[in-house]
């Protein structure tokens, strides 16, 4: 594997990460596979396009670096609150109320909050693929011998970050813990008089919130996208939870990397091998975990939660 | 004090505790079945009854995790059944869950954080000193996951999450359970000090003669109904309670 490989494959797997992020959250506190979740950063990435465009100009002139930080950073931040906001709604009116039902009730209702998201947004976007603005002058480095470019500098850096930011706020805050006292025993939390359903809420509020900006992240980086993108790039993210440990936070990143850089491996593989296989790879991948180690790489046998 | 006066001076005195002919279900199920229990102001009082009878159910009444159909919780006098958890935590009850119910993978340390979730005031601290004051064990471990602990370790870490909220009325639902009789025995004494300082308790038991020894006074309750409420001496004096919970024929 070359060192370009592997840096596309970071890239890649950073926004796998983030992704995964959001299905392992609320997998570890309802124990659902939220299949709207990827939808919700397809609608992050289409809600930003217009905030990139009032800021800067495409009509072909260079941005300077200081619109393409504040255009950037505004669509993130318009992007994520707005994710955010529908990702609590969705919980809300689509799961809350099959909270006790059997597990097959809600997992059907996420589905079918993915395809009506799907169907409004092909409404909205129509069904071929649509250019993302340009948010960053193109500009490349050379470090040891390979080439680095400002977006992928861009989606390491921004990925990074809200990882890190996601590790403090649940490990170090007090509403963090209160967060993983709600996934480890629910009842319990409730008996020291933890607000479950805020618990809950706030849980969907940061998944979708994480999407959305790693929406804005994957638009720069991909150049455009269609109304499924993300239902796809969901499935991908989803096996980086479960091969992370689902419910675990640390898993979904370590899990988004090696799913990142598993799919630019095979992709750059010769001999009739390539960007045809991959998915066949990582598919594997999900099955042979879910059938040697389902409970993935950092998780226990008790489904380590959030 | 006679029993009739002792009685006489617990109905003049407003209990802390009031059950009022509550009816609970779980679904059509009909567990409580028009339950009265008074807990007064400092007492320790017992609740012993079969498994199944209805004592875990009665907990988790008190806090509102079940709803009663009918009849009245008062906790000072005020009706807290239909109130939020929450609300009913930040009125002074705090729960020692049946199985202890400590959150595994939160350190010992953030697990009595979580008991002081509902605290406003600023002495969080001096509440956490006392714990570990009375548990030094858990002074020892405060950073180690709580699922790691020993079941004793895990127990002292409930009473302590409880103990964290600052509550007038703490509701501990076997507390002996799982525990051997010397750490039964420690369990007890330390339920004796946490009363002495001032906390009411009323506390499930399957351990009877244990219970009796510190309670003032007790319930039987069987299928749902009370059907002995008595003295602490009374209870361990009569023939029900030595049959059914002391093993003597
Ligand atoms: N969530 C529930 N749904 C339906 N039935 C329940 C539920 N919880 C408890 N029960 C039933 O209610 C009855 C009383 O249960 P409860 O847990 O209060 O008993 P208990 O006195 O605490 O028993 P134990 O000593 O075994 O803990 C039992 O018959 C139990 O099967
Ligand atoms: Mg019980």
Redesign the pocket.
């Known amino acids: 594997m070359t060192l370009d490989v592997l840096i596309s494959g970071v890239v890649l797997g950073s926004l796998y990460a983030i992704v995964a992020l959001g299905y392992t959250m609320v997998y570890g506190i309802i124990e659902l596979i939220n299949f709207a979740h990827g939808d919700v950063f397809t609608l992050g990435a289409f809600i930003s396009i217009p905030v990139i465009q009032a800021i800067i100009s495409q009509n072909g002139s260079t941005p300077t670096l200081g619109q393409s930080i504040f255009a950037i950073g505004a669509a993130m931040v318009v992007a994520a609150l707005c994710c955010a906001v529908v990702g609590v709604v969705i919980e809300r009116v689509a799961y809350r109320r099959l909270r006790n039902a059997p597990r097959l009730a809600p997992l059907i209702t996420a589905i079918g909050v993915s395809l009506i998201m799907e169907n409004a947004m092909a409404q909205w976007q129509g069904g071929l693929p649509v250019f993302y603005p340009t948010a960053l002058q193109p500009s490349s480095y050379t470090i040891l011998g390979t080439t680095l470019t400002n977006t992928q500098i861009l989606v390491i850096l921004g990925a990074l970050a809200m990882m890190l930011g996601l590790d403090m706020f649940v490990n170090r805050t007090t509403i963090g813990k209160a967060m993983r006292a709600v996934a480890q025993d629910r009842e319990a939390a409730s008996m020291m008089g933890i607000n479950v359903n805020f618990i809950i809420s706030l849980t969907f509020f940061v998944g979708s919130a994480l999407a959305g900006a790693g929406a804005v992240l994957y638009g720069i980086d991909l150049g455009s996208l269609g109304y499924d993108s993300g239902f796809t790039l969901g499935l991908f993210a989803f096996t980086a939870a479960v091969l992370g440990g689902i419910g675990n936070i640390r898993g979904a990143m370590i899990g988004g990397l090696i799913i990142g850089i598993l799919q630019e491996y095979v992709s750059g593989l010769g001999n009739g091998v390539g960007t045809e296989w991959y998915d066949t790879a990582i598919f594997s991948v999900l099955v042979l975990i879910l059938v040697f180690r389902p409970s993935g790489i950092l998780g226990t046998n008790t489904a380590e939660k959030v | 004090m006679t029993n009739e006066s002792l009685r006489h001076t617990l109905e003049e005195k407003q209990p802390l505790l009031e059950f009022r002919g509550v009816d609970t279900y ?2 059509s ?1 009909h ?1 409580l079945k028009s339950v009265d229990y008074r807990v007064g102001e400092g007492e320790i009082v017992a609740l012993l ?1 079969a ?7 009665t907990m988790k009444t008190i806090l509102g995790i079940v709803r009663p159909r009918s009849g009245q919780v008062l906790f000072e006098g005020k009706r807290i059944d239909g109130e939020q958890t929450g609300r009913i935590v930040e009125a002074g009850i705090a729960p020692v869950p ?1 199985g202890r119910r400590v959150f595994p993978r939160l350190t010992v340390l953030d697990n009595l954080k979580m008991g002081a979730w509902t605290r406003k005031d600023g002495q969080v601290k001096q509440d956490m000193d006392r714990v570990y004051d009375l548990f030094p064990r858990l002074a020892e471990r405060k950073n180690q996951q709580a699922g790691t602990l020993s079941g004793g370790e895990q127990q002292m870490l409930a009473i302590g999450r409880a103990l964290m909220a600052r509550p007038r009325l703490m509701i501990m639902d ?1 507390p002996s359970m799982g525990l051997s009789p010397i750490l039964t025995e420690r369990v007890f004494d330390t339920v004796v000090e946490i009363n002495k300082q001032g906390t009411t308790i009323f506390m ?1 038991e ?1 351990n009877a003669y244990m219970a009796l020894q510190v309670a003032v006074r007790g319930y039987v309750l069987q299928t749902g109904e009370v059907v002995l409420a008595d003295t602490a001496p009374n209870l361990l004096a009569s023939d029900m309670v030595r049959k059914a919970y002391l093993g003597e024929t």
């Open positions: 779980y679904g199920l567990i009854g498994n199944g009878a209805g004592k875990t159910t049946e076997e499930v399957q």
